[in-house]
């Protein structure tokens, strides 16, 4: 089993930031992929980025140069840099990781932009 935990979410202005980390631990064995999805009220989950094993990141396009996604390879840990955020990225935010034994979910964090 891989556990994930999220931290770093909260309650920001419109034009605000906030950094989301995500702490993977268990029976990795091999991290495919780490990312970030998000799930605000009566939508459905959608990809905000995710950063491959050796590959290049990918940003949905809402993200539009607001978000910077990275990881640290020896820590098992990806974080997501918000910055310019506004009313519409108020939503659940999940670490989601792909690994030799599985994928797996955080239990997501709440960010909520609100003036």
């Known amino acids: 089993q891989v556990q994930l935990v999220e931290s770093g979410g909260g309650l920001v202005q419109p034009g605000g930031s906030l950094r989301l980390s995500c702490a993977a631990s268990?029976?990795?064995?091999?991290?495919?992929?780490m990312g970030w999805y998000r799930q605000a009220p009566g939508k459905q989950r959608e990809l905000v980025a995710n950063i491959p094993r050796g590959g290049s990141t990918k940003y949905a396009d809402f993200v539009n140069g607001r978000f910077t996604i990275s990881g640290d390879n020896a820590k098992n840990t990806v974080y997501l840099q918000m910055n310019s955020l506004n009313l519409e990225d108020t939503a659940v935010y999940y670490c989601?990781?792909?690994?030799?034994?599985?994928?797996?979910w955080g239990k997501g964090t709440l960010v909520t932009v609100s003036s």
């Open positions: 268990g029976s990795i064995f091999i991290m495919y992929n």
């Open positions: 989601h990781a792909d690994t030799a034994t599985g994928t797996y």
